[in-house]
């Protein structure tokens, strides 16, 4: 079963050599037959001559892809070397490669190439009408129509050569703009496939960014608490048994929530079908900082909390105070030894909340997360990501008096908000 036409086109398509190579042949195969019957009534051409031009007009078609004008400059060469000795069959040659610079060179530069073709042809014309009038030997079908006015039989054999040569000129522009057309669109296609793929990787990226945050505040928080309270409790067992359960309860309660938040923010970002539905529960904001604070006041670290003015009702806004509360506290709970109480300020005005978190150690914390420590942590990265979010500002390390102090100020507006 023979291929279809779609089926060939489709291969010579992938495989332009192949395209050449069956073009080549054709032109072969045209120029042979066309000297075998050149021979009845024989021409004064050497065979050589006639072979020659047989190659040099296969080498033409097989590299016209390639080098398309300096391929239509040969072809006018061939062709007036075989008008003036030869069969003619290289005239053929002139339409291939114009048809060929149209198609994979600019616009302007088929047109030029046109225009030189036809001078081209137009002098070839004139070869023709001379040699006819000469007496010289001429192929038959070479033959331009004779009558007494040379000029008349010059523009006859010119507009024969000039109208085939406007015709694929006008079918290889054609298809040169549809080439590029469909080459634009290809292009256009990958580029938008290339930008989709980054700005996917971009939004992974930031979904990844704010799912470690999240996890770092929440562990953080609640690790250390569970380390004071439990701490506590092992120093509470032998003299006061009660208030040793009492912690650990509180211990045991902690590690409850804080799996539940896991559970909530990982189940949030899984794809497989058998995962099971997220915990759906409220985020927490500027109403919690009060539970918030008796949180760390069980831990062993008094927090004195006040908040003035009214508290923003975006909820956004709202988490990323609370957060910046928690990271704060977490912080001196960690770090500050020694401190008695750690003031929480929660200033709100319009447009803009100030937070001022500070212990009252008596000296600085040696390994604040983010500070100058050896191996500093995520915490202050990520106050000041959050604080990024809304044009703010952080300002964090030792206050005057003693201790350690953070200071954050976040604008919003409705577009920020």
């Known amino acids: 079963m023979l291929p279809s036409p779609g089926a060939w086109r489709r291969t010579l398509r992938r495989h332009p050599w192949l395209s050449d190579a069956v073009s080549a042949g054709l032109y072969g195969l045209l120029a042979a037959g066309l000297a075998l019957i050149s ?74 190439s046109y225009l030189a073709a036809s001078l081209v042809a137009c002098g070839a014309a004139w070869i023709l009408v001379v040699r006819a009038n000469d007496g ?29 040569l406007l015709i694929a000129q006008l079918f290889g522009v054609n298809a040169g703009q549809r080439r590029r057309y469909v080459a634009a669109l290809v292009d256009r296609a990958v580029r938008l496939e290339r930008e989709r793929d980054q700005q996917a990787q971009i939004a992974r990226a930031g979904e990844r960014e704010r799912i470690a945050r999240e996890m770092h505040d929440v562990m953080a928080h609640s690790v250390s608490v569970m380390v004071a309270l439990s701490e506590g409790a092992r120093a509470a067992a032998a003299e006061r048994p009660t208030d040793s359960m009492a912690a650990m309860g509180q211990v045991a309660e902690t590690g409850r929530h804080t799996l539940g938040e896991l559970r909530r923010l990982l189940g949030a970002v899984r794809t497989d079908g058998d995962a099971p539905a997220p915990e759906h529960a409220p985020q927490p904001g500027a109403p919690q900082l009060t539970d918030l604070a008796a949180q760390f006041g069980l831990a062993g670290l008094p927090v004195r909390l006040e908040v003035t003015g009214s508290a923003s009702a975006d909820p956004a806004v709202g988490l990323t105070v609370y957060r910046i509360v928690q990271e704060s506290l977490t912080n001196a709970l960690r770090h500050a030894h020694g401190a008695t109480e750690v003031t929480a ?16 150690a008596p000296a600085a914390p040696d390994a604040v997360a983010g500070s100058d420590a050896p191996q500093p942590g995520r915490g202050l990265v990520g106050i000041r990501e959050r604080a990024a979010l809304y044009a703010g500002s952080v300002e964090a390390g030792p206050a005057v008096d003693g201790g350690w102090l953070v200071r954050v100020t976040l604008f919003w507006t409705k577009e920020t908000a």
Do not use: K
């Open 136 to 164: 010289l030997p001429l192929w038959e079908p070479l033959a331009p129509p004779t009558s007494a006015d040379p000029v008349n039989d010059w523009l006859n054999a010119a507009l024969l050569m000039l109208i085939p």
């Open 39 to 112: 021979a009845n009534p024989p021409l004064r051409t050497p065979v050589w001559f006639t072979l020659a031009l047989l190659v040099a007009g296969i080498a033409t078609v097989l590299f016209r892809r390639r080098r398309p004008v300096l391929m239509l400059a040969a072809a006018t060469g061939l062709c007036l070397l075989s008008l003036a000795g030869g069969t003619g069959a290289e005239t053929v040659l002139t339409l291939i490669t114009l048809h060929a610079v149209g198609t994979y060179r600019s616009a302007p530069t088929a047109w030029v």
């Open 345 to 360: 300020t929660v200033t709100w005005s319009a447009g803009c909340v100030t937070i001022l978190v500070q212990d009252d």
